[in-house]
């Protein structure tokens, strides 16, 4: 075994262990184990199952403190225990040992980085679930069916990872595709996970709907916001809401239902309209939207604070040249993230869900 192997692992224990001194401070792993603490004696508490709502919030809670710090301490004694056997293996002049610790703990990193991941998430409402709403930019048909490919696109990406994804509202278009979307999305760091697709997404193509097969270009834009619980006050007064009642559209079958209950409530000072229609129930169709609803405004005011919400509108109002975040250009078989420069020719492996490269970049890149 030469010298220059054996060294680079020394480096690459050290190298973890400092890392995982950086990430006890930063993910304030010592409040979350005492928090953990405090989450399975309520858990104990028989009392807790009297409010089923409650006890759903405090469960998910646990797993994510438990993903968390379990897999802090499990990382913390895998590089301890690498450390000592790499001790007495050299000392002991063992080198299979040493290789099979090199083995281990270039293992070890992967875990490490999977950890350091969750540093990317450092906004209030990561965690949450999200809503994610698609529109089509001005372009007629071809705009729709690009609208339905980023519909598909998304509920494929949810699915890949473990979230559960539920089409709320769909809106036909005249032809073909959609006209617009809303998707809830529920899971951990669901909306950490998407917030960075809030943009306008472009695609270039032959289009199958000209005859002549030429390129067209076309734009539709990503809007996604959190889910906001029972924890967040957001006020809203009944007197500035102006609530319709309207038979539901969409393809049918198992996503769409056609009742007469669907709901559409328009916040009359922002102008903020949310829409549900999966339900056959009126009263629920209501509660989402409501919920919706509050999530928008809550966000809304997340980004007057942030002194970016008039950038966000004006994204959200132009979609087209120049507001675009992501580039599909299906005949040259590339995908281009304008924003990181991520890039791949594997458009089909994006279009069906495939968005892991992009999301990581830009939330490295504080995107």
């Known amino acids: 075994m030469d010298a220059e192997r054996i060294n680079l692992i020394e480096a690459k224990i050290s190298d973890l262990t400092a890392r995982l001194v950086e990430l006890r401070g930063y993910l304030d792993i010592d409040r979350q184990e005492r928090r953990l603490e405090e989450v399975n004696r309520e858990m104990e508490d028989p009392s807790l199952w009297d409010n089923p709502e409650n006890a759903q919030k405090v469960s998910k809670e646990k797993k994510r403190l438990d993903d968390t710090v379990g897999l802090f301490k ?6 301890n225990d690498a450390a000592e056997l790499f001790e007495l293996s050299m000392a002991e002049e063992d080198y299979p040992s040493i290789e ?70 769909e809106t036909e278009g005249e032809v073909a595709g959609i006209k617009g979307c809303t998707i809830y999305i529920q899971g951990d760091y669901a909306y950490g996970m998407l917030r960075t697709e809030t943009g306008v997404h472009r695609l270039v193509r032959k289009s199958p709907f000209d005859s002549n097969a030429r390129r067209h270009t076309s734009f539709a834009s990503v809007y996604v916001y959190p889910e906001i619980d029972d924890s967040f006050e957001v006020e809203i007064n009944p007197a500035d809401l102006r609530i319709d009642v309207f038979r539901a559209s969409g393809a049918g079958g198992q996503h769409i239902q056609k009742t007469e209950s669907a709901v559409r409530i328009t916040h009359i000072p922002t102008g903020i309209v949310t829409v549900c229609q999966n339900d056959r129930s009126q009263h629920r169709n209501k509660e989402q939207a409501m919920a919706q609803l509050k999530a928008k405004l809550y966000e809304a005011e997340m980004r007057k604070r942030r002194e970016v919400q008039q950038q966000t509108e004006d994204a959200k109002s132009d979609i087209a040249w120049g507001h675009q975040i992501r580039s599909y250009v299906l005949d040259q078989s590339r995908v281009k993230d304008l924003r990181t420069n991520v890039e791949t020719g594997n458009t089909q492996a994006v279009l069906d869900g495939d968005l892991d490269q992009f999301i990581e970049a830009s939330l490295k890149q504080g995107v």
Request: proline share 1%; charged share 30%; glycine share 10%.
């Open 74 to 79: 499990t990382l913390t004694n895998g590089v």
């Open 100 to 169: 099979i610790v090199g083995d281990e703990v270039f293992e070890l990193e992967k875990s490490v980085e999977k950890l350091e991941f969750k540093r990317m998430f450092n906004q209030p409402m990561d965690a949450a679930n999200c809503y994610l709403e698609i529109q089509a930019g001005a372009g007629g048909t071809e705009a729709q069916d690009w609208a339905s490919m980023l519909e598909r696109m998304y509920l494929h990406y949810g699915e890949r990872k473990g979230f559960t994804v539920e089409l709320q509202e």
